[in-house]
């Protein structure tokens, strides 16, 4: 097997590469190991159908919970997070 594992048909965007449409993503030891428009399922162990779905290569989720224990113990001081003095 080439890869661990295949994501199908889902809608890629990866602006680095100027991809925005179906393509399948294969993944290989935790890593993007190629990304095409079509990838044979038997070349991985596993295969996802994710048709629908927004495939984001490499995105990295930058969120931040901003009112400090507005969500439990979570959270940061808006006027530090925005490096702001009251």
């Given at each position: 097997?080439?890869y661990?594992?295949?994501?199908?048909?889902?809608?890629?965007i990866?602006?680095?590469q100027?991809?925005?449409?179906?393509y399948?993503?294969?993944?290989?030891?935790?890593r993007?190991?190629?990304?095409?428009?079509?990838?044979?399922?038997?070349?991985?162990?596993?295969?996802?159908?994710?048709?629908?779905k927004?495939?984001?290569?490499?995105?990295?989720?930058?969120?931040a919970?901003?009112?400090?224990?507005v969500?439990?113990?979570?959270g940061?001081?808006?006027a530090?997070?925005?490096?702001?003095?009251l």
């Open positions: 097997m080439l661990d594992l295949i994501l199908r048909g889902g809608r890629v990866d602006t680095a100027s991809l925005d449409g179906a399948d993503v294969a993944i290989r030891e935790g993007i190991a190629a990304i095409l428009p079509s990838i044979a399922p038997s070349s991985a162990r596993e295969t996802i159908d994710v048709s629908g927004l495939v984001l290569p490499g995105l990295i989720d930058t969120h919970h901003v009112f400090q224990y969500t439990g113990r979570f940061l001081e808006a530090k997070a925005a490096q702001q003095e």
